[in-house]
């Protein structure tokens, strides 16, 4: 406000100071200069004139009513002054209330721009604190990071260094029993007190001889046991037993010089005084597996069933020429009179090898045992049925020529079976093995409808003549009768058999336990090609027995009854409450004489089987067989075929029980299984190892590094066998690889999926401008269970719509790149089906066809698509890389950060079981493929 504008307080103290009751009236002259007329009208105003005011008009009036007066001039005056003041009185107070609401929005703006000055500098001042914190938190969690490392390093050193000190104390714990062992065995002088060396020659020789009687007979026994060492030597060096000489003999002389009694009572001295066998115990079965080391290591071919090439018979011969090497270098020592030390080494070194020679001798000759027998029964039958065949030839003398000597070997068989496996067993296993045999050649002999008989090798006739009509006689032709329905019917039976699961090889069953210890087989899905022979049997039978053709049936029906006696004699032993019922019931030439004759009752026959199969399958199974017993209103076909089809799963079952029977045995020595039989491939020229070499040279080309370990070569080429973004076709694999080509191209269908489920939530992420590492686990599970094959990319859209609302600009642009990045997953996902269904093609057509290709199509294009498959391969890769256990252990607990860096959080899952089931297929191929991948190691270095 300006500080020259008058105030009201100063008005008012001025009125208050002029209104006085009098007024003094001015002089003429001046009072007619305010009385004075203007020729000149003033311009009226509209706002503030003084003469527009009530006082001026009223003045002007009074002064024109009146005439002009000094009385009258002095009230005008007033009149004017107080208009005058009134008018300033309002005009200051207008200004004065103007100035106070200037003054207020004055105030008021200043008063908002202070406080929102404030708080922009509060937020910014919280922005800097935070980012400041922030800051300190990561450089914090990384010196927490690096220090747990050091503690961690520093841990393993010191725990290294406890160990290296502990094994040090140990072995100077040893040393020290060792040498007080050999201190109290050695003779000691008594303890006497110690003389000076001049007082020492002046003792009398007489003081030193002693007379005790406990040193006398230590010294009685000093001279004994090294006369008795000598002895003990002297016999068994008599006996010239060595390895190079026992190479240089026959095997049969061998045998005879090991068994004779002069040779087993030396080496039983030797063992004794070696103190490896005990003298107070029964050792001469000891002694015998001793000295059948010899014979092994100087024979194998000979001593073993498979010449030594079976891999448990490798380890025999391994562990007896081991043996026979550490026996001979203590003789040695004995003989040449070495220091105790190292006999007692080498007497600990042989009891150690004998120990282990001895186990996994009788190891091997309880596996062998069985082999051998069964090849002795194979024998005697084989013997038996020459008899069979030529029993009745007497025109060319067959019999004559081999009655006598088959008697023989059949004698000499039985006699060497009741030694190995006992009177009891050896006559029932020949029984049983005999019986089998003549039914089935009386089985052929009928469905062939020709004798098979062997001539004689030497024929004559009676007056010494070779006949010469004997060989130019034609073989009998079959009748017609004999093709009938005695013919048992091969064809349909081997039909019938054709329906049950095939089961897979013996070296596919134990790489599956290998790698999957509960492993069961199961039924197959049938394939197109087997459903169509299914339905064409089935019509076929049921036209056959609608015709009514008595011989079709009773093909037909002797056919199943073959089959299904078959396998349930399978499941059940001699031993067996139900085997004699189960015999006598499926006995196929009665049911084929009862269904000639119209005798046979299907109704009957399937009440009675039902009753039987009832009692011996497993719990699961009495649903089916109840169903099966009560449903009567299905065709004979019908049923037969559920019956076939119920027996199947009872050898399903049982084969099941065999196998976890086996596991344990299987899980120990398949690995040497695959082995042998891999390079029996291998030197049959099946395969080479030409794609073997190629993936462990690409593997090594890829490792950034000088001098990479076999493991971490292995490792990437495993994970970049399944994990790399190019196709994979059968010439990719292995060979090493190829029982698990199936198993890894799953494996990768699944990574494919894994990886476009992910990539699909991760740009719906940043769509929506959600966190990365956001859990949509929901959204996760429910596209990994689509079947991708079939599915819809609009179906994926809708599925992550349903949980995050989005707009449709968003949606067109997500359903854009779910038809750019499924159908990489799609065609991994074919393949691996195709390479399936064509191994069940090939198992049930019984060939070795390899799996086809489909498509070439499993290739990611999309940017965010590589990125998660790359990042992926490298987070297995280090998984399975990784050596030590600490190494380990950080790679498994750092997967959750890791996958949630990358932007994948939700499959943590997945990725830990894809994983582990690499790390098992490493496992197993390593253990069983160990010897050519240290080959590839060594010609790569």
């Not at 064409?536 to 009854?561: C, D, E, K």
């Not at 990539?759 to 689509?786: P, Q, V």
Request: hydrophobic letters at 40%; glycine letters at 4%; one cysteine or more.
């Amino acid at each position: 406000m300006d500080p020259t504008m008058p105030t009201i307080e100063g008005i008012e103290a001025d009125l208050e100071m002029n209104d006085a009751p009098a007024y003094v009236e001015p002089p003429a002259r001046i009072a007619a200069r305010f009385y004075r007329r203007s020729s000149s009208r003033r311009r009226s105003s509209a706002n503030s004139s003084r003469r527009s005011s009530l006082s001026s008009i009223h003045s002007h009036s009074s002064v024109l009513s009146s005439h002009g007066g000094p009385h009258s001039t002095h009230i005008a005056q007033h009149l004017r002054r107080a208009s005058i003041i009134e008018s300033r009185k309002a005009r200051l107070a207008d200004r004065a209330a103007h100035a106070e609401q200037v003054r207020l929005r004055a105030a008021a703006a200043k008063a908002a721009q202070r406080v929102s000055y404030s708080e922009e500098k509060t937020l910014a001042a919280q922005a800097a604190r935070e980012k400041l914190l922030a800051d300190i938190a990561a450089r914090c969690e990384e010196e927490v990071r690096r220090a747990k490392k050091i503690a961690e390093e520093t841990r393993e050193k010191r725990a290294a260094e406890m160990a290296r000190l502990k094994e040090e104390m140990a072995e100077k714990y040893a040393e020290a029993d060792r040498r007080r062992t050999v201190y109290q065995q050695g003779v000691r002088r008594p303890r006497t007190t110690s003389l000076a060396a001049v007082e020492e020659k002046k003792v009398a020789p007489a003081a030193l001889k002693r007379s005790d009687r406990v040193y006398a007979a230590k010294v009685i026994q000093r001279s004994w046991r090294r006369h008795r060492k000598r002895e003990i030597l002297a016999n068994f060096s008599a006996l010239e037993l060595n390895l190079t000489r026992a190479r240089t003999i026959t095997f049969e002389e061998l045998t005879r010089f090991i068994s004779e009694q002069r040779t087993t009572a030396a080496t039983t001295s030797v063992l004794k005084y070696l103190g490896v066998i005990d003298a107070d115990q029964g050792t001469t079965g000891t002694v015998r597996v001793f000295l059948s080391g010899y014979l092994i290591a100087a024979h194998p071919v000979q001593a073993f069933s498979h010449g030594g090439s079976q891999p448990q018979e490798q380890t025999v011969l391994t562990k007896a020429e081991s043996l026979v090497h550490i026996f001979e270098a203590c003789i040695k020592i004995l003989i040449s009179g070495s220091p105790t030390a190292s006999l007692q080494s080498g007497k600990d070194a042989l009891s150690f090898a004998l120990n282990d020679f001895i186990s996994t001798f009788h190891a091997w000759k309880s596996q062998d045992l069985g082999v051998l027998v069964d090849i002795m029964v194979s024998s005697f039958v084989n013997l038996d049925l020459i008899l069979q065949a030529t029993k009745n030839d007497h025109d060319g003398h067959v019999a004559e020529d081999y009655l006598d000597a088959v008697r023989q070997e059949q004698v000499k068989l039985l006699a060497r079976l009741k030694r190995l496996a006992g009177p009891e067993e050896a006559l029932s296993r020949v029984r049983v093995a005999v019986r089998k045999a003549r039914k089935q050649r009386a089985s052929e002999m009928r469905q062939q409808g020709v004798k098979q008989v062997p001539r004689g090798s030497t024929p004559v006739s009676r007056d010494g003549a070779t006949p010469s009509g004997a060989l130019m006689t034609p073989p009998s032709t079959p009748q017609p009768a004999q093709q009938g329905v005695d013919a048992k019917s091969p064809v349909f039976a081997d039909s019938l058999s054709r329906i049950m699961t095939v089961l897979p090889s013996n070296r596919e069953i134990a790489h599956e336990m290998l790698i999957n210890g509960s492993f069961e087989v199961q039924q197959r899905p049938w394939t197109n090609a087997h459903k169509g022979f299914v339905d064409l049997l089935r019509t076929s039978m049921r036209n056959s027995m609608q015709s009514g053709s008595n011989a079709a049936t009773t093909r037909w029906t002797h056919a199943m009854a073959v089959l299904i006696r078959e396998k349930l004699m399978n499941l059940i032993s001699p031993r067996h409450p139900l085997y004699e019922r189960v015999d006598g019931l499926l006995d196929p030439q009665l049911i084929a004489q009862q269904s000639r004759n119209g005798m046979f009752s299907y109704e009957s026959f399937f009440a009675t089987i039902a009753g039987l199969i009832s009692q011996i399958c497993s719990p699961g199974r009495d649903e089916l067989v109840r169903s099966f017993a009560t449903n009567t209103s299905d065709d004979i076909i019908d049923r037969l075929f559920q019956l076939i089809n119920i027996v199947d799963l009872m050898t399903l079952d049982h084969i099941n029980f065999q196998f976890r029977l086996a596991s344990q045995a299987v899980l120990e020595h398949g690995h040497e299984h695959e082995m042998a039989s891999f390079e029996r491939d291998l030197d049959q020229g099946l395969h080479t190892l030409e794609r073997t070499k190629r993936w462990w040279a690409d593997a090594k080309l890829v490792i950034t590094g000088q001098n990479p370990s076999g493991n971490a070569i292995y490792a990437r080429g495993l994970s970049e066998l399944v994990l790399r973004n190019s196709h994979l076709s059968s010439s990719d694999l292995p060979e090493t690889l190829h029982l698990d080509s199936v198993r890894l191209l799953k494996l990768r269908a699944r990574a494919f999926q894994m990886i476009a489920v992910s990539s699909i939530l991760l740009t719906t992420k940043i769509r929506l401008r959600r966190n990365r590492e956001s859990l949509w686990t929901k959204d996760a599970d429910r596209l990994m269970s689509l079947d991708l094959v079939t599915v819809d990319p609009s179906r994926v859209v809708s599925l992550v719509e349903t949980s995050h609302m989005m707009p449709e600009a968003t949606k067109e642009g997500l359903s854009n790149f779910v038809g750019r990045v499924l159908p990489a997953a799609v065609a991994a996902a074919k393949n691996a089906s195709a390479a399936e269904q064509t191994g069940e093609d090939a198992v049930h057509g019984h060939s070795t066809d390899v799996p086809a290709e489909i498509s070439t199509g499993d290739v990611f294009s999309e940017q965010i698509a590589c990125f998660l498959l790359k990042s992926l391969r490298e987070h297995v890769f280090a998984r399975l890389a990784a050596s030590g256990t600490a190494e380990r252990v950080r790679t498994t607990t750092s997967a959750a950060e890791v996958l949630a860096r990358a932007g994948m959080p939700e499959f943590l899952a997945e990725v830990n079981r894809l994983v582990d089931s690499l790390d098992k297929i490493r496992s197993v191929d390593l253990k069983s493929h160990e010897k050519w991948y240290d080959l590839l190691s060594a010609e790569a270095a």
